[in-house]
């Protein structure tokens, strides 16, 4: 069974400098990762995905993940924080079940605090 | 294009009661699934929907049920409401299902039990 595991429940950082959040996952096959953010009160919003093609993605708002298979990593980073960024970040493989279902793992969050 | 939409968004109920929650999902997408987000366990899927028929289901009792209609609109029942269903309930669409399915989420209908 796949899983995913975020290593920080809460990350703290001043506006303007480096943003990192770290996932780690599990999976028997190939997997396919997310990464969604979840501003106060709202629905969750894609990120960035990765679909073992290149294994640096770039996604919205200046974030950017890479995948390290040796590592069995997925951190998202960003190289400048924005007030806006705090929010909750979930880090998601999607698993292809038994019978080709498709099914989102999500791990259990990480909530971004940016300072001025 | 419209994204995913949720009615109610805040609702209160009484333990014992049931409650319906509606899902529209992406124009032309034919998958929905629902999630139950809450503090203590995150983020759970419900089940899955695609062309009105249940493709998948969670570890949730049987007093959570859902279905799909023809245009691809899904509601998901709770009967007989306990506390511990108080959460925030979200739906996602999907165009397809060649896996891996990228989901849009609405914003949640938020379900309070008393």
């Known amino acids: 069974a796949q899983s995913v595991t975020q290593l920080d429940s809460h990350v703290s950082v001043s506006e303007g400098t480096p943003v990192l959040l770290r996932c780690n996952y599990s999976?028997?096959?190939?997997?396919?990762l997310f990464w969604y953010v979840q501003h106060p009160n709202k629905g969750l919003q894609l990120l960035l995905k990765?679909?073992?093609?290149?294994?640096l993605v770039k996604g919205i708002n200046g974030f950017e993940a890479e995948f390290k298979k040796s590592e069995t990593s997925f951190h998202l980073t960003k190289p400048s924080a924005h007030m806006s960024d705090a929010a909750e970040y979930f880090c998601?493989?999607?698993?292809?079940?038994?019978?080709?279902?498709?099914?989102?793992?999500f791990g259990a969050g990480t909530r971004l605090a940016v300072h001025p | 294009k419209a994204g995913v939409t949720q009615t109610p968004r805040y609702l209160i109920k009484t333990r014992g009661q049931q409650v319906t929650l509606s899902c529209s999902p992406i124009?032309?997408?034919?998958?929905v699934s629902w999630y139950q987000q809450t503090p203590g366990q995150g983020l759970q899927f419900l089940f899955e929907?695609?062309?009105?028929?249940?493709?998948n289901k969670g570890n949730f009792p049987g007093r959570f049920s859902g279905r799909q209609f023809s245009n691809s609109r899904s509601e998901m029942n709770v009967s007989t409401l306990e506390l511990g269903d108080s959460a925030l309930y979200l739906c996602?669409?999907?165009?397809?299902?060649?896996?891996?399915?990228?989901?849009?989420f609405g914003p949640g209908t938020r379900l309070t039990v008393t």
């Open positions: 990765y679909t073992s093609a290149a294994t």
């Open positions: 996602a669409s999907s165009l397809t299902l060649e896996w891996p399915v990228e989901q849009y």
């Open positions: 998601v493989v999607s698993d292809l079940g038994t019978g080709g279902y498709n099914k989102l793992i």
């Open positions: 124009s032309g997408h034919r998958s």
């Open positions: 929907y695609f062309s009105e028929t249940q493709r």
């Open positions: 999976s028997s096959y190939s997997p396919s």
